[in-house]
């Protein structure tokens, strides 16, 4: 079956470094990919979305890339803040398709 | 902007009994609207699709008779989950497509729904 998978382990890091958050998939060949934060006991926000035929996205402090042959996204948030503290969900749809396939989401940590 | 509005934010009751949740868009229209379901640490589960005026889509494994949902206009969807038990306790979350957006892939999200069943 289709799967989206992200470390979920928390990843902790320091203020003001690089965090980098990683998402594969399975069984599928996602048309795009989204990423979003997820706050506690609060829907997601929508941040970056990337298409398989883009290799990279940049937003103000966001960078995400898409690497079709590792069947890999990676999202990096820069000079990290304990602001951008909060878990980040990665989902694919297939092109044509309305269904996002979540991943669980990685929490970040970024400490003072 | 775009904002989705889901009431109540927290809702508690006893078993057996129905309860329903709100989806609206509050300054755009949505063609569709999606209904989720998270349980904790795990992911958002899609359970069905809607569109303004027909029934709608449910996902494999998902009761329809036990999940109602009513697209009735195109700022406004429902859930009623009928006869909860626990095991429906969860946080449900809606989002929505922009008719204005179509053609593209942006959903909208609502803040959640928690839910309680005692």
């Known amino acids: 079956s289709q799967k989206i998978e992200q470390n979920s382990e928390a990843l902790n890091i320091q203020e003001g470094k690089t965090a980098t958050l990683t998402c594969n998939y399975t069984?599928?060949?996602?048309?795009?990919l989204q990423w979003y934060r997820q706050d506690p006991g609060r829907g997601p926000v929508f941040l970056l979305l990337?298409?398989?035929?883009?290799k990279e996205k940049r937003k103000e402090r966001l960078k995400v890339t898409f690497d079709t042959t590792l069947k890999q996204s990676l999202f990096h948030i820069t000079a990290s803040q304990p602001a951008d503290s909060a878990t980040y969900l990665c989902?694919?749809?297939?092109?044509?398709?309305?269904?996002?396939?979540f991943g669980t989401g990685t929490q970040l940590k970024v400490e003072l | 902007g775009a904002v989705v509005s889901q009431h109540p934010s927290w809702v508690i009751c006893k078993s057996g009994t129905s309860v329903k949740i709100e989806c609206r868009s509050l300054?755009?229209?949505?063609?569709?609207m999606f209904w989720y379901r998270q349980f904790p640490k795990q992911s958002l589960m899609l359970m069905a699709t809607?569109?303004?005026?027909?029934?709608?889509?449910?996902e494999q494994g998902v009761e329809k008779d036990k999940f109602l949902i009513n697209h009735a206009s195109l700022t406004l969807s429902t859930l009623t989950v009928t006869s909860a038990h626990p095991e429906d306790s969860s946080f449900y979350i809606c989002?929505?497509?922009?008719?204005?957006?179509?053609?593209?892939?942006?959903?909208?999200f609502g803040p959640g729904t928690r839910l309680l069943v005692l």
């Open positions: 989002s929505a497509r922009a008719y204005r957006d179509r053609g593209k892939e942006t959903q909208y």
């Open positions: 069984n599928y060949s996602p048309a795009y």
């Open positions: 990337i298409r398989e035929n883009e």
């Open positions: 989902a694919g749809v297939t092109g044509g398709g309305n269904k996002l396939t």
């Open positions: 300054d755009f229209q949505a063609t569709t």
């Open positions: 809607s569109n303004e005026g027909s029934k709608a889509t449910y």
